[in-house]
């Protein structure tokens, strides 16, 4: 399978299924023009959705990446609203510029007219993945296969936290003076966990470490803020998505049936979330107050 995570479908992991695993139907779903979709991301100030489409090999540079943008009805406004990537995955916006993971560069684009503002590399990166920004810019990328969170500081890349305590980070989000932190496990270059990750926080200050998930909790990818104060999480090897409330308190509420559940996007507004599917190639849209209702 020629896509990011090829070994990982074939991997049994630690973690088994739950039970009552809660499952539901999506309230539209999106396949127009998506191929091995990682990220979807609602930016609020144009009210579209931007997906990233790997399309080819997950860790090669083919050019055959793009970005889409659609509706939060689910058409596709724009199939490639920019092409020529390589493998896009986390994004983020701040300020009219989305920015962009693209395997060991971060590229930034103008929302308003498509085009590739500039791109930062880091060539010893190994898998940069997800991104954050605080309110006041300052951007954080992972590095997951790298064991590494880097900060941006004048168009370049720092060392913000690194090694085993990292977990391998996927998803980042920067909270108040806190950066947290969704981690796959610490995985070797197959995926392959011999533990799974936790949620938790790192202090933007003292970069102190401080664990949301007392207990392992699985090969974590996507991470939102719900506009209740509680998280959002997805697990991509299980295929589920958790709200996690601040003292690490655990809910499944959802079970998409198979392993892919990517960067999942968050809508405020309609308290809505998207999820990517990898391993089908589409997109899915969920209220959540119907899932939550779903579960026991």
Known sequence: ??????????????????ENAPQAT?????KDAIAAPESAYFEPSSGFIFISNISGEG????????????STDGRAVTKQW??????????????????????????????????????????EAKFLNDVAISHSGEVFVSDTLGRKIYRLKN?????????????SP??????????????????????????????????LNSKAKTLITKEPLGNL????????????????SKGRVFEISPNGKVITILDIGEKGA??????SASDALIVPRMASSKIDFYKLSELVSNTK
Request: proline share 2%; aromatic share 10%; net charge negative.
């Open 82 to 123: 920019v092409s020529g990537l390589n493998a896009p995955k986390g994004m983020r916006a701040h300020q009219g510029v989305l920015w962009v993971t693209d395997i060991d560069t971060l590229v930034a684009i103008d929302i308003k007219t498509a085009k590739i503002l500039k791109k930062i590399s880091k060539p």
């Open 59 to 70: 860790t090669v540079k083919d050019g055959e990446g793009w970005i889409q943008k659609a």
């Open 1 to 18: 399978m020629e896509l990011i995570f090829k070994v990982a479908l074939i991997f049994s992991f630690n973690l088994s299924y739950a």
């Open 26 to 30: 999506a309230k539209w779903t999106l």
């Open 155 to 167: 168009d370049k890349f720092e060392i913000f936290f690194k090694g085993a305590e990292t977990e």
């Open 170 to 203: 996927n998803g980042l989000l920067v909270l108040g003076n806190k950066l947290i932190v969704a981690a796959w496990g610490l995985a070797a270059d197959d995926w392959s966990t011999a533990v799974p990750g936790h949620l938790y926080a790192i202090d």
């Open 221 to 236: 990818d996507g991470l939102e803020i719900r506009s209740n104060g509680n998280y959002l999480v997805s697990d991509w």
């Open 262 to 267: 990517a960067d999942i996007g968050y809508i």
